[in-house]
């Protein structure tokens, strides 16, 4: 016999601690709630699978994963999960905050186009969210207006809150191995305008597919349009993977976000930021009185490749300047060989002759010393021994002093680990105890490969490039026969581990819908 589920109704209570107050969302799969939680008379988003939800283990367990993956997140600009569990009619629920406020595909379907300097406040909150996120090994991977919402809090506008972590995946190995089990399909979940072309294939998924997500979405906020224009979700993921460059404006990338966002952007996630981390540095240090001069033509590839030696681009007028002065310099040297050249075949001044010593001159006899210049060999000289270099130079003689080895790399942002210890992210100085002739650490950045460290006093900078980490199918293959199928052992596992990975519910609509965001609605609902 099949067991019966009941969606809770206005007045139900909730796991006995959260009353319904109304409906305020729904879609295919799961309703969401304005509920208010008993004792402490908070108002609470709940949400909840439907009934016909309950039937598909897939989704079922995309729902718990989503409950386990934001647990871990607790950054003001990420939307806090309170509670996960079952309601009294045997659906599954998520207690989370309520928020009063629009989401962003509302606004720029009320408001059009945005300031640059509002998305670059919008745009710093998300990646400071995201930042959390990657710490934590957790790519969003569906990163839209949609799902940034924007509350007005006391003493501060346009206060950003990530939303929707439910096809959220661990990118780590293990991760992949289970994403691949619940998606069976590269394009089925995420929305194709903000997809990265390793998302459409369904591999390779890193932070630096959330950042292209969140460059697109930066477009957006400026044109008031997406990006990529299409008829359907296939032909917006077919343009994901072959227009190269993405058809960004030029208006855009000419100006004081348009780096910024080209660099986001790129197709080969190489060439993007490495990490939410650097993204967030630079679009800090933007400039948005600065502008650039319109009849130079871009190169996107001389702009990658200084980005990610860490260079700055000179501007136009100082280039030309001092090629001016160089132009300035040789003339001047070149007259100056000249006149040298003319004084060999004619007779110069007589101040010129004067100061030209004669070529036969000889050199004076060196003068004889008073007292030898050896040394006496029966009191040997004493010698001051060289310090080592990267010692403290105020080190008492004779003493060990610590060391500051500072590690570099390439590309920057990772996080450095002694064992289990956080150290901090690179380029980073760690310090080596007083006598320490090495220490060993880790170096870990999403989408790369692990590399161990050795540090030792006589190297006082140690610079690495991290080498990008492949797929490995055959792995994942052996890995999905060996683990579990059920959704209670999945959620058992995922219980014991930190890393995991999830899924966008089956059955969403991938294509951007005319109405997005509209309504009365004061909470961002992602549709289930």
Known sequence: MAKTFRVPEIGDVVAEKYRIEEQIGKGGFGVVFRATQIGMERPIALKTLLPQAMAHEDMVERFRREAILARNLNHPNTIRLYDFGHTEGGLLYIAME???????????????????????????????????????????????PANVFVIQLVGEEDFVKVLDFGIAK???????????????????????????????????????????????????????????????????AVMQLNEAPPPIPEWVLRGALGPIIQRATQKDLRLRYPSAIEMLRDLRAVDLNATMDISTSLNTRDIVQQADAGRSKLPLPLVLGLVGVGLVILLLAGALVAVLMLGGAEPGPPALAKATPPATAEAPAPLEPDE??????????????????????????????????????????????????????????????????????????????????????????????????????????????????????ALADAKGKDKKGGDKPAGKDEKKPDNAGGGASTISIPKL
């Open 98 to 144: 309520f928020l009063d406020g629009k989401p962003l595909d509302a606004i720029l379907k009320q408001s059009g186009p945005l300031s640059a300097a509002r998305v670059k406040t919008l745009a710093i909150q998300v990646l400071k969210s995201l930042a959390e996120a990657h710490q934590n090994n957790i790519v969003h991977r569906d990163l839209k």
């Open 170 to 236: 661990a990118f780590d190995a293990e991760g992949d191995n289970e994403d691949a089990r619940l998606t069976k399909t590269g394009i089925g979940f995420g929305t194709p305008f903000y997809m990265a072309p390793e998302q459409v294939r369904g591999r390779n998924i890193c932070p630096a597919t959330d950042l292209y997500a969140l460059g697109l979405l930066m477009a957006e906020c400026l044109t008031g349009e997406t990006v990529f224009k299409g008829t359907s979700s296939m032909e917006i």
């Open 372 to 489: 030898p210049d050896e040394p006496d060999e029966a009191q040997p000289r004493e010698e001051t021994p060289a310090k080592p270099e990267g010692r403290d130079p105020e080190a008492p003689p004779g003493e060990a002093a610590a060391v500051e080895v500072e590690v570099v790399t390439q590309p920057e942002g990772a996080q450095l680990f002694d064992g289990e210890e956080l150290l901090g992210l690179a380029p980073l100085k760690v310090t080596l105890a007083p006598g320490q002739e090495e220490r060993v650490v880790t170096a870990r950045l999403g989408g790369f490969k692990d590399a161990a460290l050795t540090l030792t006093p006589a190297q006082p900078t140690l610079r690495v490039e991290l080498e990008i980490e492949e797929s490995a199918p055959e792995r994942a293959a052996t890995s999905r026969r060996a683990r579990p199928s059920t959704a209670s052992s």
